[in-house]
């Protein structure tokens, strides 16, 4: 920072001759530019290149042909490992699950990060014209914001026991039974209908604590002003919500959207650790990643769990453009 | 941030608890009435039971750990009844969560440090300087922000094997190495890394480093001795980022270390769950995730602002 002020001190006139001249001959600020640039761009760019690009312009490739992985000869097939995704039913109960995930995931988690969000931050006692947070919403935070910093695999396994059967130590069954709900106990993670959801609500709860927070920055961006005009004119809190808190953090809220859309394709470590490699039982909790994983270093069928990851990035670049151009429209509808 | 904990206190009610009534209708404040007192009432409520529902599981974890594997058997949801400090042990050694640990760090150490250096100097470089080429550069980085990991996984082992080959350098890379983990983890960083430290890097005063070539600092120095220092908070905002990340990492490891040994802490964890339905140790499976969970709560705990704002600013930019 001290550097500043030499170049701020000195006659601006005497600087700007100085730099005219130096211009003329030769910029100083090209002298040795290529050299530095190529010096600083080659290991990130190299890294980059070898071990993130190549692999995905190869697993293109792959896709094609019937490569078990374990010989170095292969055959190009064409599409039929195409053909046997669309034939698969496995698949398809993935994409299903995919899916389910998709639209839930963001739905749950942004709906709950809101309201806490905004429980947090002007849900407190409404006396005179302040608004203001609730008692302690700084401890809520922390609270709230800490499974997001937890491994999804310690994740995956506390809820693993949560739901696990009373006789291995299956908290959620023994906490039925203790209040007498006998009746709701269940083999949870022995149910093919429940496994997704169980999945979902994991994922919920690991990531609320996340959009409480980057809400929570959102609304205390606000200014107070608006809320106590909001108030003098006997808006509920019902109103307030929905007239002036929603509509000033609604770009958060689309950003966060997409995030959690692309947290949703994933899930691949929630249901490896919960329910092991083939997606549960009846394989009804699988999702994409973990085909993708158990075809490839399970099955030996390397060239068909590339098919399937090519399928994955269609569908991740459906996603991204269709939220784009959503977006953009809204924003030219707003404007 | 640091405005969030002051508003909270200013108009709370005194002492004894009770809200002051207002004196007459004509005074009354609008909005205060039994019907808000109600739902304030019922927005603490909800704002404590997720409060549990978030940390109860934890706690029963960590309870679990000090359990005899009979007691969390048995009894579930009790006090254990005295402090199995065997299950540590087990864990530490038995189930080799030492090992794990100790490779975790070791990875992390390098992967860090590449990241955070290599970033900053490609950032650098894309927000700074004009040259041809420059755009393209930057958006293949930021193209790999939507790329599905999973399509990667296939080939990277490959790739990964591959440089267990080569001449000199061979025996260092391939499969089960610190050094290609480390490496594959800071490939798959580079484009949130570069994204995020382009735009703090375009923030910073340009008449610092036009002061500093005109008396002849060359552009190395300039760099290393001016512009990283003044970078300071970006780069420590997204190091939490990535070392939380990398701590975190679960299905990278799962690819490239195979070797039993070699596994990082959040892989071996995953697979000593996954076995222990054979063995039935529970409590040191508990035990193992104590420890796994620890040095992040302790970074979250001491540096709970940054991380929050690290994590969540990085999605807003």
């Known amino acids: 920072m001290t550097l500043t002020e030499p170049a701020g001190a000195a006659p601006a006139e005497e600087t700007r001759r100085q730099r005219t001249q130096r211009t003329r001959s030769r910029s100083p600020m090209k002298r040795g530019m290529y050299p530095f640039i190529l010096t600083f761009l080659l290991p990130p760019v190299g890294i980059y290149a070898l071990y993130m690009l190549s692999p995905?312009?190869?697993?293109?490739?792959?896709?094609?042909?019937?490569?078990?992985?374990?010989?170095?000869?292969?055959?190009?097939?064409?599409?039929?490992?195409?053909?046997?995704?669309?034939?698969?039913?496995?698949?398809?109960?993935?994409?299903?699950?995919?899916?389910?995930?998709?639209?839930?995931?963001?739905?749950?988690?942004?709906?709950?990060?809101?309201?806490?969000?905004?429980?947090?931050?002007?849900?407190?006692?409404?006396?005179?014209?302040a608004v203001q947070g609730v008692?302690?919403?700084?401890?809520y935070r922390i609270v709230y914001f800490f499974p997001q910093v937890l491994s999804v695999v310690i994740v995956g396994i506390v809820f693993k026991y949560v739901f696990a059967p009373e006789s291995a130590g299956g908290i959620l069954n023994s906490l039925f039974s203790f209040i007498g709900l006998d009746g709701l106990t269940q083999l949870w993670l022995g149910e093919p209908s429940y496994l997704i959801w169980i999945v979902l609500l994991v994922m919920t709860w690991s990531f609320v604590g996340f959009y409480v927070v980057l809400f929570s920055a959102a609304m205390q961006s606000i200014p107070k002003e608006i809320y106590e005009a909001a108030l003098l004119d006997g808006s509920t809190r019902f109103t307030t919500f929905r007239r002036v808190t929603l509509p000033l953090v609604w770009d958060t809220v689309q950003v966060g959207w997409v995030y959690m859309a692309i947290q949703a394709m994933d899930g691949f470590a929630f249901v490896h650790i919960m329910l092991g490699v083939h997606g549960g039982v009846d394989g009804a909790g699988d999702v994409l990643g973990v085909a993708i994983y158990r075809e490839a270093f399970s099955n030996n069928d390397f060239g068909y769990a590339s098919s399937i990851g090519v399928l994955m990035l269609v569908l991740t670049m459906t996603i991204a453009v269709l939220f784009m151009r959503i977006m953009r429209r809204e924003r030219v509808e707003l404007a | 941030m640091s405005t969030t904990t002051t508003m909270t206190h200013d108009h709370e009610p005194d002492g004894n608890g009770q809200p002051p009534r207002p004196v007459s209708p004509r005074r009354r404040t609008p909005g205060v009435g039994p019907g808000e007192r109600a739902i304030s009432f019922l927005n603490g409520g909800f704002l404590l039971f997720w409060a549990l529902v978030t940390t109860l599981p934890l706690l029963w974890a960590m309870l679990s750990s000090f359990k005899t594997n009979g007691e969390f058997r048995t009894d579930p949801m009790g006090l254990p009844s005295g402090l199995e400090w065997d299950n540590f042990a087990r864990a530490w050694s038995a189930a080799n969560i030492g090992q794990y640990f100790l490779n975790s760090i070791i990875v992390i150490s390098m992967s860090l440090t590449l990241t955070m250096l290599f970033g900053s100097m490609g950032a650098y470089v894309l927000?700074?300087?004009?040259?041809?080429?420059?755009?393209?550069?930057?958006?293949?980085?930021?193209?790999?922000?939507?790329?599905?990991?999973?399509?990667?996984?296939?080939?990277?082992?490959?790739?990964?094997?591959?440089?267990?080959?080569?001449?000199?350098?061979?025996?260092?890379?391939?499969?089960?190495?610190?050094?290609?983990?480390?490496?594959?983890?800071?490939?798959?960083?580079?484009?949130?890394?570069?994204?995020?430290?382009?735009?703090?890097?375009?923030?910073?005063?340009?008449?610092?480093?036009?002061?500093?070539?005109?008396?002849?600092?060359?552009?190395?120095?300039?760099?290393?001795?001016?512009?990283?220092?003044?970078?300071?908070?970006?780069?420590?905002?997204?190091?939490?980022?990535?070392?939380?990340?990398?701590?975190?990492?679960?299905?990278?490891?799962?690819?490239?270390?195979?070797?039993?040994?070699?596994?990082?802490?959040?892989?071996?964890?995953?697979?000593?769950?996954?076995?222990?339905?054979?063995?039935?140790?529970?409590?040191?499976?508990?035990?193992?995730?104590?420890?796994?969970?620890?040095?992040?709560?302790?970074?979250?705990?001491?540096?709970?602002?940054?991380?929050?704002?690290?994590?969540?600013?990085?999605?807003?930019?």
């Open chain 1, 56 to 129: 995905y312009i190869q697993a293109i490739y792959i896709s094609f042909t019937d490569w078990s992985g374990l010989t170095t000869d292969f055959n190009v097939i064409g599409f039929d490992n195409y053909v046997e995704l669309w034939n698969d039913d496995q698949i398809w109960t993935a994409l299903r699950n995919n899916l389910i995930l998709l639209v839930f995931a963001p739905v749950l988690t942004l709906l709950l990060g809101l309201f806490f969000a905004s429980m947090l931050n002007v849900g407190g006692k409404r006396r005179g014209v």
């Open chain 1, 135 to 139: 008692r302690g919403s700084s401890i």
């Open chain 2, 127 to 317: 927000a700074r300087y004009d040259f041809p080429g420059n755009r393209l550069v930057y958006y293949v980085f930021v193209a790999g922000l939507v790329l599905p990991v999973f399509l990667a996984l296939v080939p990277m082992f490959f790739v990964v094997r591959e440089t267990g080959e080569l001449p000199l350098i061979g025996p260092m890379l391939g499969l089960n190495s610190y050094l290609s983990l480390a490496l594959v983890y800071v490939a798959f960083s580079m484009p949130f890394t570069v994204f995020f430290l382009t735009a703090f890097f375009r923030t910073l005063p340009s008449s610092v480093s036009e002061a500093a070539i005109m008396d002849g600092c060359s552009h190395f120095r300039l760099f290393f001795t001016i512009m990283l220092p003044m970078a300071k908070p970006g780069i420590v905002s997204l190091a939490l980022f990535n070392f939380l990340g990398h701590w975190n990492q679960y299905v990278l490891p799962l690819v490239i270390m195979q070797d039993g040994d070699k596994r990082v802490l959040a892989q071996g964890l995953g697979t000593l769950a996954a076995n222990t339905g054979f063995r039935a140790d529970w409590t040191a499976l508990f035990a193992g995730l104590v420890i796994a969970l620890l040095p992040v709560l302790i970074v979250y705990i001491l540096f709970q602002k940054q991380v929050q704002a690290g994590l969540t600013g990085g999605v807003l930019k």
